[in-house]
T-cell receptor, first 111, second 113 residues
Framework: QKEVEQNSGPLSVPEGAIASLNCTYSDRGSQSFFWYRQYSGKSPELIMSIYSNGDKEDGRFTAQLNKASQYVSLLIRDSQPSDSATYLCAVKSTGGFKTIFGAGTRLFVKA | GAGVSQSPSNKVTEKGKDVELRCDPI?????LYWYRQSLGQGLEFLIY????????KSGLPSDRFSAERTGGSVSTLTIQRTQQEDSAVYLC???????????FGPGTRLTVL
C-alpha cells in the first residue's frame, strides 16, 4: 500500500463546475496535510494546508480532512481553465519534517 | 524576497560520470528537502535536512546518491556513476518550522545519456 494515494486521473470538468480531488494516507499519526498545484514543466506551489478535522476554505478552494478515515480532499469551486494542472496531495509524517507526496491527479477544466 | 534557487537548470551527462546539483534555500529556512520527479510521476522523497540534526536519508535510492548541507544553508546533491534511470528533474524545497510550507526551487533537469 502506498503511503499517500491519489487517483491519477485525468479528471475532466467543465468550466464553472466543482472539481473534487481525493487523497488517502496510511500513517494514522500524520498531523499536517497539504495540497500543491503543479503546472506542466513547473515546480509545485502550495494551494492549501490543513491540520484539523473539518473544512478549511480559501477563496474558491476548500480542503477537507477526516483523520478517522485517513482522508483528505480538495474542492475547487467555479473551476477555470487556468486550474488545469496536476494536484499533489502531501502528508507530513509523525514527529518530523519528512513529507510524502502522492503521485498527483491531473485536472482538465474544459472551456 | 529571493526564493529557492537551483543550479544548473539543465545537466546532460554521460553514463558513469558523477554530477553535483546545488540548492540555495530561502534565507532563514531551517529545513531543506530534495525530491526526484520522473516524467509524469509524483515527487519521490530523497533526503531532508533540519537544522543541525542528522539528515533523514531514508529516501536515497542507492549509495551512489549523497547530499550535504554546509553551514545550515546551501546543499549539494551528488550522484556518482550516473545511470540512465537517474534521468529526472531534481527538486529542492525549503521551509521554516512554522509555517511549514515548502517552497520549491525551479529544479534541475538531469539527462543521463
Amino acid at each position: 500500500q502506498k503511503e499517500v494515494e491519489q487517483n491519477s486521473g485525468p479528471l475532466s470538468v467543465p468550466e464553472g463546475a466543482i472539481a473534487s480531488l481525493n487523497c488517502t494516507y496510511s500513517d494514522r499519526g500524520s498531523q499536517s496535510f497539504f495540497w500543491y498545484r503543479q503546472y506542466s514543466g513547473k515546480s509545485p506551489e502550495l494551494i492549501m494546508s490543513i491540520y484539523s478535522n473539518g473544512d478549511k476554505e480559501d477563496g474558491r478552494f476548500t480542503a477537507q480532512l477526516n483523520k478517522a478515515s485517513q482522508y483528505v480532499s480538495l474542492l475547487i469551486r467555479d473551476s477555470q481553465p487556468s486550474d488545469s494542472a496536476t494536484y499533489l496531495c502531501a502528508v507530513k509524517s509523525t514527529g518530523g519534517f519528512k513529507t510524502i507526496f502522492g503521485a498527483g491527479t491531473r485536472l482538465f477544466v474544459k472551456a | 524576497g529571493a526564493g529557492v534557487s537551483q543550479s544548473p537548470s539543465n545537466k546532460v551527462t554521460e553514463k558513469g560520470k558523477d554530477v553535483e546539483l546545488r540548492c540555495d534555500p530561502i534565507s532563514g529556512h531551517t529545513a531543506l528537502y530534495w525530491y526526484r520527479q520522473s516524467l509524469g510521476q509524483g515527487l519521490e522523497f530523497l533526503i531532508y535536512f533540519q537544522g543541525n540534526s542528522a539528515p533523514d536519508k531514508s529516501g536515497l535510492p542507492s549509495d551512489r546518491f549523497s547530499a550535504e548541507r554546509t553551514g545550515g544553508s546551501v546543499s549539494t546533491l551528488t550522484i556518482q556513476r550516473t545511470q540512465q534511470e537517474d534521468s529526472a528533474v531534481y527538486l529542492c524545497a525549503s521551509s521554516s518550522y512554522d509555517p511549514d510550507t515548502q517552497y520549491f526551487g525551479p529544479g534541475t533537469r538531469l539527462t543521463v545519456l
